[in-house]
């Protein structure tokens, strides 16, 4: 692994990246996505991203959230972690999902109609063991928190193919 990527894990399992990246990080991300018309996410450039439309679960409208993916390729299907960057509550668009799973992803330009199921017990268990392979750093921020992180996995609705 790259000296630069070690470094940038390192940093992001800090509780001080922790505080400001749930500001910075998201703002950029829409902006950036918004300008380039759906083609570049700022934080992609690290790690897999989509940026999730799910209907809101008290306001019933569209919550546009980007996000760090994990791409299950051989499935065909993206594992999203609910880590809040290691911050206590569980953020936002998890509880839109599981009041609303049909949602939307912008993956590499393109609009993909899913449904997210939240992963539980022993999928769970070895959904989160891949994610930790994927992103170490999710250790800290499960280690920071007394609430278990969510995992949900998004699958293609039937009728919208690769």
């Not at 001080?16 to 902006?31: E, H, L, N, S």
């Amino acid at each position: 692994m790259a000296v630069g990527m070690r470094l940038v894990q390192k940093v992001s399992s800090t509780r001080g990246f922790g505080r400001i990246a749930p500001y910075v990080i998201p703002a950029m991300d829409r902006a950036v996505h918004r300008v380039t018309r759906g083609k570049v996410l700022l934080s992609a450039q690290l790690l897999p991203g989509v940026v999730l439309t799910a209907t809101g679960a008290r306001s019933g409208l569209p919550r546009r959230t980007p996000l760090a993916c994990m791409p299950e390729r051989e499935a065909g299907t993206w594992l999203l972690v609910g880590s809040n960057f290691g911050r206590p509550g569980h953020p936002a668009w998890t509880a839109n999902l599981l009041a609303r799973p049909e949602a939307e992803i912008n993956w590499k330009g393109r609009d993909i109609p899913v449904t997210a199921r939240q992963l539980t017990g022993a999928e769970r268990e070895e959904a989160w063991r891949a994610a930790l392979r994927f992103w170490p750093p999710y250790a800290a921020y499960q280690q920071r928190v007394d609430r278990e992180i969510r995992l949900f996995r998004l699958e293609r609705r039937p009728g919208h193919p690769a």
